[in-house]
Every structure is written in structure tokens, then in C-alpha cells.
């Protein structure tokens, strides 16, 4: 019974910390410079928020990718986190293709992906 203040202390200390919120900076990329027709990965990469419960979903056209993988969840010193999400597409021009990233710190926001070509 004498871990039960240590438990409420670390519980205060982690709600505490928890209480400070950092919008996410999101990147929406492809690994290969983008090209129709061409198979690729597109990449949505989620860095210094807190705290870390995020939630991180690639679409093309309103619907989500298939086959997404996501990196595990890191942090820095500063107890800001990141992580990388990615799913293999092959662009197309009449296609639309997004991040849709949903954080406590800000409502669900989507983020394009820009092909420059």
C-alpha cells in the first residue's frame, strides 16, 4: 500500500504535463517526386504536438488508403512527439489526395498533397 502516493503523484505530474497542448506541424509529401501514373508513397508526417493522443489517416478522394503503415509514436527532450504515416498510391491527375490529422489541440484538420508538376 505504500506505492499508492507514489502512483498519485505520478498521475498529478502526467495530468499536469498533460494540460499543456501543441498543435501538430503536419508535412503531406510523396517519397518520389510525383508523377501520374507512376507508383508511389504518400507520406504525412506529424511533428511537435502534445500531448501525444493523435490521430493520423491518409485519403484519396474522401477515402481512406488501404495498406497504411504508421511509425511508432517518439518523443523529444521537450516532450513534443512525432510520427510518420505513409500508404503506397499511384497519383493521378482527377484525384485529390490528403492528411487528415485530429489532435485535441485544434479541430480535424486535412492537409493536400501538392504534387508539383
Not at 491527375?93 to 485544434?106: L, P, R
Request: net charge neutral.
Amino acid at each position: 500500500m505504500k506505492f499508492v502516493p507514489v502512483l498519485a503523484l505520478m498521475a498529478a505530474l502526467y495530468w499536469t504535463a498533460d494540460s499543456k497542448f501543441q498543435s501538430p506541424t503536419v508535412q503531406v509529401y510523396s517519397y518520389k517526386p510525383g508523377q501520374y501514373g507512376m507508383p508511389n508513397s504518400l507520406i504525412c508526417h506529424v511533428s511537435q504536438f502534445h500531448p501525444p493522443d493523435i490521430t493520423v489517416k491518409l485519403f484519396k478522394n474522401g477515402r481512406e488508403l488501404p495498406d497504411a503503415a504508421e511509425s511508432d509514436l517518439s518523443f523529444e527532450k521537450n516532450w513534443q512527439f512525432h510520427l510518420t504515416k505513409h500508404a503506397p498510391f499511384t497519383p493521378n491527375k482527377e484525384d485529390k489526395y490528403y492528411c487528415q490529422v485530429i489532435h485535441a489541440s485544434t479541430p480535424s484538420k486535412n492537409i493536400d498533397w501538392e504534387p508539383n508538376m
